[in-house]
């Protein structure tokens, strides 16, 4: 099945910094989103982009679609903005969302 | 409107017991998925239902696990002779189904813990 694969696994920042989040997929896919789960446990979505370029706010993401990656920008970031940020893909239809294993991030005021 | 809910929030039973777990999609989501998030195996999924299709039991790690899904809306997560392996939340999400644009939504999650 289709591999998805996050890195980097952990990223610790200074409150403030920017940073990228990569997410690599192994075959073509029809979906893919971008979540940010909270401390608890709460899935917020952050992104539907399975190709192209969007933003909300402090956070954008690109999504290429032939080169099989997606990238999660986050610009000043705030120690709410701390949790683990999943990338999950879709390869078909409306069949079921492979996850990524996350990326941990905490951001230290 | 309202986002997709679960029931309840906290399970706590005794290995060898049988547990419900409920989800309440999104009001017009035709599409409904039951995952599982475990310590040190991420997010699977277990099984989704699509309209009056029958539904995909692929993810499902064994015959103790069923579910239901009423008139097209809510949907019951059965465990039937708990383990202490079973112990995970569990996610219910929601989608239109039937068009392109079908992102999924969660809910909160109800977490399992079987002792």
């Known amino acids: 099945g289709i591999q998805v694969e996050q890195s980097p696994p952990d990223l610790i920042l200074q409150e403030g910094a920017n940073s990228t989040l990569r997410c690599n997929f192994s075959d073509s896919v029809n979906n893919l989103q971008w979540f940010h789960q909270n401390p608890w446990g709460q899935l917020i979505n952050l992104f539907y982009i399975p190709s192209g370029t969007k933003q909300n706010g402090r956070l954008s993401a690109t999504t290429v679609a032939t080169e099989r990656y997606s990238l999660l920008y986050i610009s000043s970031s705030q120690t709410t903005d701390s949790g683990v940020y999943f990338c999950a893909v879709q390869y078909s239809g409306n069949t079921p969302l492979v996850f990524g294993k996350g990326t941990r991030l905490s951001v230290i005021a | 409107g309202a986002g997709v809910s679960q029931s309840p929030s906290n399970k706590v039973t005794e290995k060898g017991k049988d547990v419900e777990l409920r989800c309440d999609p999104i009001?017009?989501?035709?599409?409904l998925y039951w995952y599982r998030q475990s310590l040190g195996q991420g997010l699977e999924f277990l099984i989704y239902?699509?309209?009056?299709?029958?539904?995909?039991k692929s993810g499902l790690p064994s015959d103790r696990f069923s579910a239901e899904r009423t008139g097209g809306s809510v949907s019951t997560l059965t465990i039937q002779r708990t383990q202490q392996e079973d112990s995970a939340v569990y996610l219910c999400?929601?989608?239109?189904?039937?068009?392109?644009?079908?992102?999924?939504?969660f809910g909160p999650g109800t977490r399992l813990t079987v002792l």
């Open positions: 999400a929601s989608s239109l189904a039937g068009s392109s644009y079908n992102e999924q939504f």
């Open positions: 239902f699509q309209g009056n299709s029958a539904p995909d």
């Open positions: 009001s017009g989501h035709t599409a």
